[in-house]
């Protein structure tokens, strides 16, 4: 050894201490717990807005098929009043009448009934002249002359006919002796076979069962397992729920109950103050918890390998520390990525399916709407020394031009122009200048060309996000006013819609503003993609929403040639034009 070196002692490294690999481990557990956790929360948040979805979609259920009957009612409604105003019937032409009762069209297995007070006059189901029951045979007619005479007309519950034997609902219509006094009514039915049909018009899983009831919530008809049945009962909460309330009056809701099986079940309900009828759709529980099973056995599988990547990557890390966290950070960056390619699938075909709606709303249900308007039309020659039949076709006529409205409202909303040819500016503003004109908006649009530097994906993206909006305003927010912008603000591209309406606020909540619908998250998703953000402002005197998109290099290199060119366009030296060519 010479003198004045320092010695060197080798010591041979074997690994970590064991309190540090201790501490290594505990941190990966707890990443990996908490990873756990956070995923399972945000999981279970998205299955609770899914079944609170589930049960919305119940009640949207329930809500059409009670529109459904209660359309029917009024259809048969209309045809009774124009049978009481028949010239026979006026003059006491009893036989005359009966001929005309027989060769009035109505659904397969109903038929006409005259009565007066004490009985049936005639029935299309016997000869003239035959003999027929009186009221007294029926035990409610006590009840049922009563509901006519107040209100001019009636709905039963479900019965059985006397003459055939089949099981029908009974609608009547007052009629009175020219001093104004009740003198008998008009009766027509509809079969339970009728009242299925249009129950089986309202599509729903085939575990969901739907159910009509009357006033009294005795079963009229009810589908189950996709078969037709008047003998299962309805929900005893259902009448419980209405034990106090009026027989006439509307209301609508979501109920937790047990069925007849003793299932649990939730029951979504609308009783119509039109028929006192109530349709009723029932969800089993386990298919209305099914969201909330399914996110906890999906998470379970996960959360078992990475609790075991999580052990196997702290002892790996207590040897060499940078490896797992690069494999972690690929796994991560690798379902993100697949998740953003199924969201750009699943938008992609919602584009697809929201097209082919509106081609056959606008190539089929539109013009089946002209053409009934066109043969209404026709009939005006025909009505000209009728003034009810003047006025019920002018009705008819109005409610027809509003639906052909609403419609041709509708397949715009749904069908976007062709950003393709148009580009992502003259899209904007033609879908809003449109819009405003079809609901009466009155529109402010500044929108700058060099939005249509943006990639197609981001355009249908912004055009959907901006369509939406606009369709929030028009259905929720009450305005008159709406402003739509849009340019590249600091590398960002920047779209605001504003309105002055009352904000999103809900009339029936007191606590706060109104819950956020479907339409507001499938914005922030779209965004999401290109890493964009939505932000939302609203208060008393309007909303506004505004979506930003960082844009890419390449389309900022674009927008600064294009405004470095922008001199050049403008110049009126011709030489300049022929150089910039």
Not at 141 to 153: A, K, S, V
Not at 175 to 189: E, K, M, Q, W, Y
Not at 253 to 269: H, M, S, W
Not at 558 to 580: D, G, V
Request: charged fraction near 25%; glycine fraction near 8%; hydrophobic fraction near 40%.
């Amino acid at each position: 050894m010479n003198e004045g070196t320092i010695p060197i002692v080798s010591r041979s490294v074997s690994g970590l201490p064991p309190r540090l690999r201790g501490r290594v481990v505990l941190t990966f557990v707890i990443i990996t717990l908490t990873a756990c956790l956070v995923a399972a929360a945000l999981s279970v948040s998205r299955a609770v807005d899914e079944r609170r979805a589930i049960g919305d979609r119940a009640l949207d259920a329930a809500k059409s098929l009670s529109l459904g009957f209660d359309q029917e009612v009024a259809a048969v409604n209309y045809l009774l009043k124009g049978l009481s105003r028949s010239p026979a019937l006026l003059n006491g032409d009893t036989q005359a009448f009966y001929r005309q009762l027989k060769e009035t069209p109505v659904p397969e297995g109903s038929w006409l009934v005259l009565n007066d007070m004490e009985g049936q006059v005639v029935n299309t189901l016997r000869p003239f002249g035959s003999s027929l029951p009186r009221h007294a045979e029926f035990p409610s007619h006590r009840e049922q002359l009563d509901r006519i005479r107040e209100r001019g007309w009636s709905v039963s519950g479900r019965m059985t006919a006397p003459l055939n034997g089949s099981v029908v609902v009974a609608l009547s219509l007052r009629l009175d002796s020219p001093d104004g006094r009740v003198n008998g009514h008009i009766t027509t039915t509809l079969t339970e076979a009728r009242l299925g049909a249009i129950m089986g018009d309202q599509t729903a899983p085939s575990a969901w069962e739907k159910g009509l009831y009357d006033r009294t919530f005795q079963t009229i008809v009810v589908e189950r397992d996709g078969r037709d049945s008047s003998s299962i009962p309805a929900p005893a909460a259902l009448s419980s729920r209405f034990a106090d309330a009026g027989p006439d009056g509307m209301s609508e809701g979501k109920i937790e109950a047990v069925d007849d099986q003793g299932k649990a079940v939730l029951v979504a309900f609308r009783r119509s103050n039109v028929t006192s009828w109530t349709t009723a759709v029932i969800v089993p529980r386990e298919n209305l918890d099914a969201p909330i099973a399914a996110a906890l056995w999906q998470m379970a599988g996960p959360a078992t390998l990475l609790s075991l990547a999580g052990a196997f990557a702290a002892w790996f890390t207590a040897r060499q520390m940078e490896q797992p966290l690069r494999t972690l950070s690929d796994q991560v960056s690798g379902a993100k990525h697949q998740v953003s390619e199924l969201s750009g699938q699943l938008l992609a075909l919602q584009e697809d399916e929201r097209q082919r709606l509106a081609r056959e709303l606008h190539d089929s249900t539109a013009q089946r709407l002209v053409a009934a308007d066109l043969g209404l039309a026709g009939l005006k020659p025909e009505l000209r020394h009728s003034k009810n039949g003047r006025k019920v076709l002018a009705e008819v006529e109005d409610m027809l031009t509003e639906a052909l409205r609403e419609l041709r409202i509708f397949t715009y909303l749904l069908h976007p122009p062709n950003l393709a040819r148009e580009g992502l500016q003259a899209t904007l503003r033609d879908f809003a200048e449109g819009f405003a004109g079809r609901t009466g908006l009155i529109a402010r649009i500044r929108i700058a060309e060099e939005v249509d530097v943006s990639a197609p994906d981001l355009q249908r993206a912004i055009l959907r996000i901006v369509q939406e909006a606009l369709t929030n305003v028009h259905r929720h927010a009450g305005a008159s006013h709406v402003s739509v912008d849009a340019g590249i603000r600091s590398g960002q591209l920047v779209v605001r819609i504003r309105d002055d309406g009352h904000g999103m606020t809900d009339p029936a909540r007191s606590d706060g503003p109104a819950r956020l619908g479907v339409g507001i998250a499938g914005m922030r998703a779209r965004l999401e993609q290109f890493d964009g953000d939505l932000r939302i402002r609203s208060g008393p005197s309007g909303t506004s929403v505004v979506a930003i998109v960082p844009v890419t290099v390449a389309g900022r290199a674009l927008i600064q040639a294009r405004r470095m060119l922008e001199p050049w366009r403008s110049a009126p030296n011709p030489a300049n034009r022929k150089t910039l060519h």
